[in-house]
């Protein structure tokens, strides 16, 4: 597609329950992030794919963050047993070789009650 | 430990003046810096970017100065526009583990222009 397209653009889930965030890259683009922002905070780096490389998940808060990139393209992140403090917006990006513009889509932003 | 630092959340701005937006990192490995706008229920996009190489980037309003030995870079908007009214963000890649294509972000400064 033109650019990088997230769904759902909201969220509202309960306490508890789980949740899945979709991101669909820029075509062609091999690297694919997932930032997501706090109230008040900036873009705290959650998880990196590039290519068929082990992905890096460094920065997911806890075990009930996981994301998987399914053929190289779409990828999911997956919050199981939703907490309020995961309440955020999640920033999906995809960057392809040698452009140093990552491209972000406007988010999902999820809310949990 | 917060590697990207943009100590001030806020600043206002006359139209048609400039706008001077800060940054400042603590990684030396740091080897690109790039700044993004972002406007209310939307993603970031790109603005302009400098190499750690350089010290000065420009393109058309905007210049981006890098000062290494400061570990400080700096973004200039002039003239200063309203739509130029948004949360810039300041971005670095590189760091522990050099090649990688991570961006480490700041928190992030709301410029407002003032018409």
């Known amino acids: 597609g033109a650019g990088v397209s997230q769904s759902p653009s909201n969220k509202v889930t309960e306490k508890g329950k789980d949740v899945e965030l979709r991101c669909d890259p820029i075509s062609g683009h091999t690297a694919l992030y997932w930032y997501r922002q706090s109230l008040g905070q900036g873009l705290e780096f959650l998880i990196y794919f590039q290519g068929n490389s082990a992905p890096d998940k460094s920065g997911l808060p806890s075990d009930r963050f996981s994301a998987e990139r399914t053929g190289g393209s779409v990828s999911t992140l997956t919050i199981q047993r939703t907490q309020q403090e995961d309440s955020a917006v999640y920033l999906c990006a995809s960057k392809g070789p040698g452009n140093y513009g990552y491209t972000f889509g406007s988010g999902t932003r999820l809310t949990v009650v | 430990d917060q590697q990207v630092k943009q100590n001030s959340p806020s600043l206002s701005v006359q139209e048609g003046r400039i706008s001077i937006l800060n940054c400042d990192y603590t990684?030396?490995?740091?080897?690109?810096f790039l700044w993004y706008k972002k406007y209310p229920a939307e993603g970031p996009t790109f603005l302009i970017s400098?190499?750690?190489?350089?010290d000065k980037n420009e393109d058309g309003r905007f210049t981006v100065f890098l000062n290494k030995s400061a570990k400080h870079l700096s973004l200039h908007i002039v003239p200063s526009q309203p739509g130029d009214s948004a949360v810039y963000f300041c971005a670095a890649k590189g760091g522990s583990n050099f090649g990688n294509e991570k961006l480490t972000f700041g928190t992030g400064t709301r410029l407002t222009i003032i018409p």
């Open positions: 990684n030396s490995m740091f080897d690109y």
């Open positions: 400098i190499s750690s190489i350089k």
